[in-house]
């Protein structure tokens, strides 16, 4: 297996993706989107030639922090779980924060999500420091 950063240039390993990795089918439109802004990060582990995971962040910037990564998705095909992967992944994350000069990098999960939980549990001096509440607004249904 191997952890490659997906480009302009490399993106039709996309082309090959395993069950489940991505909650949706890839969308043309959106994945351009993403590859022009320099900001999004997106790193997929192949195994043979097929994704089996990926994981996706953003750095970004706000008036009064340094910058920081936020660890958007992590996804493994459910028949290569459990095998380091997602951690993997996740780390090439915080590496790429790390050469950014990002200062911190996070992200957030269920706290019954136990398979994501052991995963992120694996990294070096994570810290589970708060449970947090998620709202969220339906654009479509707005007002």
């Known amino acids: 297996m191997k952890i490659v950063r997906i480009t302009k240039e490399n ?3 996309l082309n090959n993706i395993a069950e489940d990795v991505f909650d949706h089918e890839i ?3 959106s994945l351009g989107r ?3 802004c320099p900001r999004h990060v997106l790193f997929v582990a192949i195994d043979e ?3 089996v995971g990926m994981a996706s962040g953003v750095e970004y910037f706000h008036p009064d922090k340094k910058p920081q990564m936020f660890i ?3 996804g493994v095909t459910p028949n290569q779980q459990r095998q380091g992967i997602g951690s993997a992944l ?3 994350l915080i590496d790429e924060a790390e050469s950014r000069g990002c200062t911190y990098a996070w992200l957030g999960t269920e706290p019954d999500n136990l398979p994501a939980n052991k995963c992120y549990q694996k990294l070096p001096n994570g810290d589970p420091s708060e449970e947090f509440v998620l709202y969220g607004w339906d654009i479509g249904n707005w007002k």
Do not use: G, R, T
Request: net charge negative.
């Open 11 to 13: 993106a039709e390993l």
């Open 90 to 92: 996740s780390a090439a």
């Open 27 to 29: 969308i043309p439109e």
């Open 72 to 74: 958007n998705e992590v």
């Open 49 to 51: 030639e097929v994704v």
């Open 34 to 36: 993403f590859l022009d």
